[in-house]
């Protein structure tokens, strides 16, 4: 006989609990579908500030009203739009617009390489995404380095946030992940 399994949901006011100043979460969701909106709402309705947000590899309305409420001062992702709505999320543009923002560009190749170093508990994750594009010189939080191994003369890596622990090692750390879930 198994034990129970923990409870995985929650209501959106306990969720948002989780949520302080400062911290780095990450939001699931695809394009249009699946956003934790109702969480979202609360983290605005309590006036959380200063978020580092790890949006989904298609962000939309969710990452704007949170930007638009000035409850982040970055973000991170790989697209930033509604699709045939909005071919970019218009607070997103505006605060971008008016360096009242950070954002972390890459695409969606180092996006994923980045959240599975993350996973892995790693520094970072070797990738050939980015070389020979523009995004190191970009987002300098991407490097180019030589590959040792495979004799590569450049290869990309990066660091998705830059918050250094104990042992000054750069890691990706999310203090809270919000998705939308259902009960069967």
Do not use: W
């Amino acid at each position: 006989m198994s034990a129970a399994r923990a409870e995985k949901i929650v209501s959106e006011e306990r969720a948002a609990d989780f949520v302080k100043d400062g911290m780095t979460i990450a939001i699931g969701g695809f394009i249009n579908s699946a956003h934790p909106m109702p969480v979202v709402r609360q983290i605005i309705k309590r006036g959380v500030k200063n978020l580092t947000i790890v949006g989904p590899s298609s962000s939309g309305l969710d990452l704007d009203l949170l930007v638009g409420t000035r409850c982040a001062r970055k973000v991170v992702g790989c697209y930033f739009g509604a699709e045939t709505i909005a071919s970019i999320s218009p607070m997103i543009k505006h605060a971008a617009e008016n360096g009242e923002i950070d954002i972390f560009e890459c695409d969606e190749s180092m996006y994923y390489a980045a959240l599975r170093a993350g996973a892995q508990r790693l520094p970072f994750l070797p990738t050939r995404a980015g070389v020979g594009t523009s995004y190191p010189g970009v987002n300098p939080q991407l490097k180019l380095f030589h590959d040792p191994i495979a004799n590569f003369t450049t290869r990309c890596s990066m660091h998705l946030t830059r918050y250094q622990d104990i042992r000054g090692e750069m890691r990706f750390r999310v203090g809270v992940r919000l998705g939308r879930g259902r009960k069967a």
